[in-house]
């Protein structure tokens, strides 16, 4: 499916994750509905560091990543090598997020590590129904 956009209510889970992080990475993968990306899977024994982080691929649960979110402790948002050999195993919508880890200092990337647009939309979310 063609990612349309991510809801804001998700972007600004992203933002306030990797603020509380800093100065040590947030990474997880993006999820789509409908073309919308609504949610971050955080994989278990995902480790984190003031220079990286390291997703467990093989800690994923059998459904399809859209992509990947990490942030980076500074001010830089360019994908770094280990970024890219990410991206091309998980989608095609990458998002890094910088300082100050405001709704201006994120970028979206390709899985070759292109930028690329994604609007961030206003979603109403429909609650969950209990089991």
């Not at 195993?89 to 890094?96: A, D, E, P």
Request: glycine share 6%.
């Amino acid at each position: 499916m063609q990612v349309k956009g991510i809801a804001r209510d998700t972007l600004d889970f992203i933002l306030e994750a990797s603020r509380s992080m800093a100065p040590e990475e947030f990474a997880g993968l993006l999820q789509e509905k409908d073309g919308i990306i609504t949610e971050v899977l955080i994989l278990p024994g995902t480790e984190s560091s003031d220079t990286s982080a390291v997703l467990r691929l093989y800690m994923m649960p059998n459904m399809k990543a859209t992509g990947s979110v990490h942030s980076h402790p500074g001010h830089n948002r360019s994908p770094s090598e280990a970024d890219l050999h990410l991206f091309s195993k998980t989608g095609n919508c990458h998002i890094i997020v910088g300082k100050p880890y405001s709704r201006q200092s994120w970028t979206c990337y390709d899985r070759k590590g292109k930028i690329r647009d994604l609007p961030v939309l206003n979603i109403e979310f429909e609650e969950d129904e209990e089991i």
